[in-house]
Antibody, heavy 115, light 112 residues
């Protein structure tokens, strides 16, 4: 059974950093592109970015709203994906989801940016 | 960016009756590899989204066959043949043909 579990969320002040982790199981992690999406409270879904598998160079893509502030990485030996979020803004407040592109979603983790 | 427009935004439906949601993209979703990366997701209240349909019309594992997808190019439709109580939630179309991936605004399905 494919499982994706996010961790590392919480409350931070504007300008601070936070790193989310995604622990994967139930599939050969290294073969898949992994992605992060988010959903602000009461709002729709927004794609954040993705990281391709090693076979595709572990290259990354980002939404313009997070480019230069967020970094996605992966550790295939640990079946984990990461979202490093720097210079956080109030508008980054959202539930963040880890996705095995394009099918399985994690349960999500709340990130709140507030002073 | 590709803009995805869903209609209606709200859909009250009687149990056992069909429902249909439309999604229109601002440009063709046909990828250079020949595939059309248009998906439909369901988000039940308080739960994460889950994939229903991928590449226009392919039902994901475990999705009931009352859900079907169709369309081509810029116009797509999700149909539920007979709505059940568990279908209540918000439905999103999503394109993954071009970066950035984008979503429709969501259609709230509720029971009359």
């Amino acid at each position: 059974e494919v499982q994706l579990v996010e961790s590392g969320g919480g409350l931070v002040q504007p300008g601070q950093s936070l790193r989310l982790s995604c622990t994967a199981s139930g599939f050969t992690f290294g073969e898949y592109t992994m992605s992060w999406f988010r959903q602000a409270p009461g709002k729709g879904l927004e794609w954040v970015g993705l990281i391709r598998s090693k076979a595709y160079g572990m290259t990354t893509e980002y939404a313009a709203s997070v480019e230069g502030r967020f970094t996605i990485s992966r550790d295939d030996s640990r079946n984990m994906a990461y979202l490093q979020m720097n210079s956080l803004k109030i508008e980054d407040t959202a539930v963040y989801y880890c996705i095995r592109l394009y099918d399985y979603w994690g349960q999500g983790i709340l990130v709140t940016v507030s002073s | 960016d590709i803009v995805m427009t869903q209609t209606p935004l709200s859909s009250p439906v009687t149990l056992g009756q069909p429902a249909s949601i439309s999604c229109r993209s601002s440009q063709s979703l046909v990828h250079s590899d020949g595939n059309t990366y248009l998906s439909w997701l369901q988000q039940r209240p308080g739960l994460p989204p889950r994939l229903l349909i991928y590449k226009i019309s392919n039902r994901f594992s475990g999705v009931p066959d009352r859900f079907s997808g169709s369309g081509a190019g810029t116009d797509f439709t999700l149909k539920i043949s007979r709505v059940e109580a568990e279908d209540v939630g918000v439905y999103y179309c999503m394109q993954a043909t071009q970066f950035p991936y984008t979503f429709g605004q969501g259609t709230k399905l509720e029971i009359k």
